[in-house]
Structures are given as C-alpha cells and as structure tokens.
C-alpha cells in the first residue's frame, strides 16, 4: 500500500517537473524577439499549400485574420515578426492571389476565394467576361460593381462587417445611376444599364450571374423584330425604311451585325456615325431645309411642333409648347429663327445633333440663347416650363422684367405682359419720360411709336416690334413741337431748371442730385462759373436738330458721348469710374497736368488751378519760359493780364479754357506773335 503511494507521489513530482520544464522553455522562447524567418519554418509547412486543410486561406476564410495581426501587426505589413503578408501577397500577383483571374491575369475568378473554378459557382460566374472584356463590349472594370480596396489591409477588405468573405456590390461607374439591384439569394442583376436600363433598351432585363448568353443583341435592346420598343424614330427608320444598325451606328457595329469597336458598345453613350450620307440625305436633304423630317412643323413648314420627335402635337406638351407661335410671324412679331434658342446644325449629322454631345445624350434639345434671347440673364426652367428674364418678354428698359412666361401656356404676350399700356404708366416703370408723356399729358403710344403701333394699340409693322431696337415716329411733329418748339426747349426732358440750359437737374427720370450720375456737373459746364464759361453740349454730346432726330429717342436711355473740338480728339469717358481723361478742358495741352481725371460725380474741387497747370508753386511744369519768368518773379497776371488779375483770379472767363493762349501784358506794353514778345522792356526780341 505504501509503495504504491510512493509511486504516485514520484509520478506526480515527475509530471510538474516536466510541465515546469515546457512552461520555462515557452517563456522563455517567447521571451526573445524572433527573427525574420521563412514561412515552414514559422508555420507549418502545410501553411503555404493551397492543396493542404492547414492552408493559410482556409484558416482565414474559417476564422478570420485578426490572430494573424498579433505577429504580423494589425496593418498586415510586418509587426512583430517583422514579415509583410501584404509585400508577399503583391510579390505573388496582386489581387490573383486570392481572387484567381489566373486564367487572365485580370483578378477575376477562377479560382475563387474557395478555390471555385466553374463559371456556375457564385464566386465565379460571369466574372471573366465583365472584367476581360469581350467581343461586344470592353472590359469592365471592378469598381464598376465593387469597392476595390488600394492595398489589401485597406478597411472592410479581410474584415468585412459581417464577416462572411461575400463580396459586396457597390454600384459605380456607368452603373451608378441610383437604379441597379443585386439579388445575392437568385444570382441576379436586375435594372443595370449594361443590360437594357438605357432609353429604348429592355429594362426588364435580368440576366442570370452564374448562367452563359445572358447578353445577346435583343436581350438588351431590339434587334430588329420589333423597332417599336426603341427609342425615338427607330421604329419609322427600320420598320418602315429597312435601314440595318450599322448605317447609323457604323462606328461600332458592321451590317452582320457585328460589334466592330466594342470600346463605342456599353460604354454610357450613343454614339451615331452615319455609314452614308447619302441615305439620310434622301429625306433630310444636305441642310436644315428638311427639318420637319423628323421636328415637325407640317402645319407651316417651320421645322417647330408638331409633330415632336415622339409624336407630339398638342401645345401642352413640352416638346411642342409655343414653336409654332414663336417660329411663325404673328401679329405682334416676326417669326425668330430657332437659333434664337437652340444651336441649328448645318447638316443632319453634326456633332452635338443626333449625338446631343456630353454629358447628356437623352433627345432633349438643349437651350443655347442668341441673338435678341442673349442677354446674359435669360433662363430656361425645364422643370416648370418657363423663360425668364428674356428680352422678347419684358427684360428691357422700361419693361417688366420680372415676367416669366408659361412656355406650354396660351395668351403669354399680351401687351401688358411686357410693358405698360397706357392704364398706369408708372405700374411697370416705363423708360424715360413715358410717366409724363402718357400720365400727365395723354400722349398715346401711337403718337411716339407710330411705326409700331396704332391708336388702338394694334401692331402694325411686327418686324419692328420685339426686334432690339426701340422704334420711335411721330405722325404728328406739331404735337412734339407744341413742347419742345423744334428742339430748342430740351428742358422739358432733360431739365436744366435751375439754369434754362437743357442740363440737369431735373434728370430724365426726375434726379436732381449731382451724385446721381445723370445729373452730375453738368451745370457747372453748361452754366460756367468762377474760371470760365460755359460750354455748349455739343462739347460733349451729339445735339439733335429736332427730337424725333435719329440716335434720340430710340437709344438706350443712355446718352452717348461724342466729344467737340475743345475737349479734343483724345478725351475718353469711363462711364463706371464716372471720370473724364485726356480733355483739353483739364489739363491735356503742352505741359498741362495730361493725367488729370476729374471726377464726375465728385463736387467741388474737381478744377483749381493746380488741378490742370502749375499755378506757381512748380513753375518747370509749365511750357516754354515759365520756369525761368515765374522764378524771376513775374507773376502768372504780367503775361496773362486779360485772363487772371494779380490775385489770381480769372477775369476773362471768355478768354480762358478756349483753346487759345492769349497773351496780354499788364504794361501795356510789348506784343506776342507766333511764340516771341517784341517791344517789350524786359527783352526785345526773345524767343519762348
């Protein structure tokens, strides 16, 4: 009995100091860093074996890669040991070394995360032929479905969220248009644009993953067996006509109905290369002769709907709207050409026709404003349906501006609509003196605009109406002379009443401040004051011999400036900085202070004497002899006795800012003629 216990007690003692002895060498051989090593001899040999149930993959795929970060580090790229599963991975062919493409060098299986090789596995099914791309389309690239990672220890790429090694499918590239489905438990694609989603394709389209001749040319789009389910005039050009594909589409398919440029096939667009001009040339002719082919415009021959490119004809459609309205002259207008609105190809096949051009290729005609439409502020809301901010509907002077015609809608263009008939001639803040001439005296559009308009407010010459140009006769001149007696009362529309001058104040919108730029200094020129007279307007302006003179009334309610022979050919006016520079008047004559740029708007101060010439202080400013005179002593009043007294105050406003440099000594003595004084004290003769 007590043997045997001696016995189990020295097993025992055996067994913890064997246990002792594995725990200590454990300890202490992980106690040391490890060396780089190669992987049998730190994994099992097995574990590089594809073949082998120890392979590394499959104890990934079984149990995920977060024990593989505890020597190799969390990022994959060496922690610990020091050895990269990310460098051996890229060493041995980047992505194929797990998801296969073996067979092509793509990354596409075969073989497939478990080693899947047949194309009716999940994991392998029609990848080849997307990412490879075939003899209809080119190739597809992975992030067209998936979201490829930049390196394999990217986030969600091993660990995905929930953990089951199935690739996710996120939509990108041609698929991303919000519509496309994958339905994992059926293998299934449904609403992709690869496989019909496109207008006129097949969008009930659902081709099988893992299932072969899921893309033949009518499981996409018609073939030819029923035209009808195309988009747009397909159905009256091969049904009726009998053109094959390739005779519009000769880029990319050939007339056996062969792709001939797969990169133009699936690619996001529709491209048209016409394979003879000649066929479409039959009906559309060589130009835009022969739009109502396919635009319409039977009714009148315009080119404008009816019918739309889809059959349209009532005006309430979008593709119809107003036209025919806008393409045929009416009553109130001339008809505008489409150019007006759209860009007009010279001939069927332009680019940016039939193509419609980047990034939208949907048949909708695209909006590009010209002539009277390009304002820079005219807009087209097609979601509404409505123009705004467009010359033709009120965007001028004077017009209401904030009129946003209905382009489906009838009655648009009624007088009122654009401008203001008579009723109240302040509603819609008519140019000019229109709140007088129609207010307050009475004065009919007719009797202004009597080209235009009659009495009764009935367009009687449209092409001079809603043309650009504001068209001003009178039939009766004594009702424009009653006011304004042949042109020589110009106060009464331009103001002037504090002087009688013509010049404001008031403007003709009734300003009266000489900030306002309408108003400004024009007194202190056409009225004078302390250093000189006043000028004509015609310094400036082109005066009219009588108001109904052309460029009068039918200008911009801006005056134009047309400089006399005092201010100089020179002169130049900056209408935003409000300045004048280069005139005579201030400063530009021989050794006259030439960069002078008074204000106009500014005040007082814009014309003291150093403004424009030395008036002493820096006599080497002045021509000739100044310098020397002046800092001999002889005062400006010497040389110059009519113009400026000893003071120098200007006394002979006739005789200063003239063009001319009067010469008169305070002596009483002496002449000067052609630049040399003569009997004079100081010298005799002497040249300057």
């Known amino acids: 009995m007590r043997s045997r216990t001696d016995r189990l007690i020295r097993l025992?003692?055996?067994?913890?100091?064997?246990?002792?002895?594995?725990?200590?060498?454990?300890l202490a051989g992980c106690s040391e860093e490890k060396k780089p090593g190669t992987l049998p001899l730190t994994h099992p040999s097995s574990w590089t074996d594809a073949d082998s149930p120890d392979f590394h993959g499959k104890i990934v795929m079984a149990t995920g890669s977060v024990g593989c970060g505890v020597c190799h580090g969390v990022d994959m790229n060496g922690g610990e040991v020091g050895v990269s599963c990310v460098e051996c991975h890229l060493a041995e062919g980047g992505c194929t070394t797990c998801h296969g493409g073996l067979d092509n060098g793509t990354g596409a299986p075969p073989y497939g995360l478990r080693g899947e090789t047949s194309t009716f596995t999940p994991g392998v099914g029609a990848h080849t032929v997307h990412v490879e791309g075939t003899l209809a389309s080119a190739a597809v690239p992975c992030v067209t479905c998936h979201p490829v990672p930049a390196t394999p220890d990217d986030p969600n790429h091993l660990e995905s969220p929930d953990l089951d090694s199935i690739a996710e499918i996120v939509w990108g590239g041609i698929e991303e248009g919000g519509e496309a489905i994958w339905d994992h438990a059926n293998s299934q694609c449904a609403n992709t644009y690869c496989h019909g989603n496109f207008a006129g394709g097949d969008t009930l389209n659902i081709p099988v993953w893992?299932?072969?001749?899921?893309?033949?040319?009518?499981?996409?789009?018609?073939?030819?067996?029923?035209?009808?389910?195309?988009l747009w005039k397909h159905e009256f050009h091969i049904a009726i006509l009998g053109l094959g594909c390739y005779q519009c589409h000769a880029g990319m398919i050939d007339e056996n109905m062969n792709i001939t440029d797969p990169s133009l096939h699936v690619n996001g667009f529709v491209d048209t290369l016409i394979a003879d001009q000649a066929v479409c040339d039959a009906c559309h002719g060589t130009g835009v002769a022969e739009c109502t082919a396919c635009h319409g415009g039977l009714a009148d021959t315009t080119g404008a709907p009816p019918y739309g490119l889809r059959n349209e004809t009532e005006t309430a459609s979008l593709a119809v709207g107003a036209h025919a309205a806008h393409l045929t002259a009416s009553a109130n207008a001339a008809a505008i050409d489409c150019n007006t609105c759209h860009l007009v190809p010279e001939a069927t096949v332009d680019t940016a026709h039939l193509d419609l051009g980047e990034p939208i290729r949907d048949s909708i005609a695209e909006i590009v404003w010209s002539g009277l439409g390009d304002n820079g502020l005219t807009a087209w809301n097609r979601t509404t349906g409505e123009c705004s901010g467009s010359y033709c509907h009120g965007n001028f002077l004077g017009g209401n501006s904030m009129n946003i015609p209905i382009w489906t809608e009838a009655d648009q263009t009624w007088c009122g609509s654009c401008h203001d008939v008579e009723g109240d001639s302040t509603s819609l803040g008519l140019l000019g003196s229109h709140k007088f001439h129609v207010g307050t005296a009475a004065i009919k559009c007719s009797e202004c605009h009597g080209s235009v308009v009659d009495e009764s407010l009935n367009i009687i010459d449209s092409s001079l109406h809603v043309n650009g140009s504001v068209q001003s006769f009178s039939p009766n001149f004594a009702l424009c002379d009653a006011c304004h007696s042949f042109g020589t009362n110009c106060v009464v529309c331009h103001g002037g009443q504090d002087n009688n001058s013509g010049a404001p104040p008031l403007g003709l919108d009734g300003e009266n401040e000489a900030t306002d730029l309408v108003v400004g200094a024009h007194t202190a020129h056409l009225n004078g004051n302390l250093i000189s007279d006043g000028i004509t307007c015609s310094e400036c302006h082109v005066r009219p011999t009588h108001p109904l003179d052309a460029g009068h009334l039918d200008s911009d309610g801006m005056a134009d400036m047309d400089f006399g022979t005092l201010a100089g050919a020179a002169s130049s006016?900056?209408?935003?900085?409000?300045?004048?520079?280069n005139t005579y008047c201030h400063g530009n004559f021989p050794d006259g202070y030439a960069s002078n740029s008074p204000d106009?708007?500014?005040?007082?101060?814009?014309?003291?004497?150093?403004?424009?010439?030395?008036?002493?202080?820096?006599?080497?400013?002045?021509?000739?002899?100044?310098k020397d005179h002046v800092e001999e002593g002889i005062e400006c009043y010497q040389c110059h006795a009519s113009t400026v007294n000893a003071s120098v105050n200007i006394i002979g406003l006739d005789v200063h800012i003239d063009g001319v440099d009067d010469v008169v000594f305070s002596s009483g003595e002496g002449n000067y003629q052609d630049g040399q004084c003569s009997n004079i004290g100081c010298h005799d003769p002497e040249s300057w």
Do not use: F
């Not at 001749?213 to 789009?221: K, M, P, R, V």
């Not at 006016?573 to 520079?581: E, G, I, V």
């Not at 101060?605 to 100044?626: E, F």
């Open 573 to 581: 006016w900056d209408r935003t900085a409000h300045t004048c520079s």
């Open 600 to 626: 106009w708007i500014a005040g007082s101060g814009q014309a003291v004497c150093g403004s424009c010439h030395d008036a002493g202080s820096r006599p080497h400013d002045l021509s000739g002899k100044h």
């Open 12 to 26: 025992s003692l055996i067994a913890m100091a064997v246990l002792c002895i594995v725990w200590v060498s454990i």
């Open 210 to 230: 893992n299932e072969t001749d899921q893309a033949l040319c009518g499981s996409c789009h018609d073939a030819g067996d029923d035209p009808a389910e195309l």
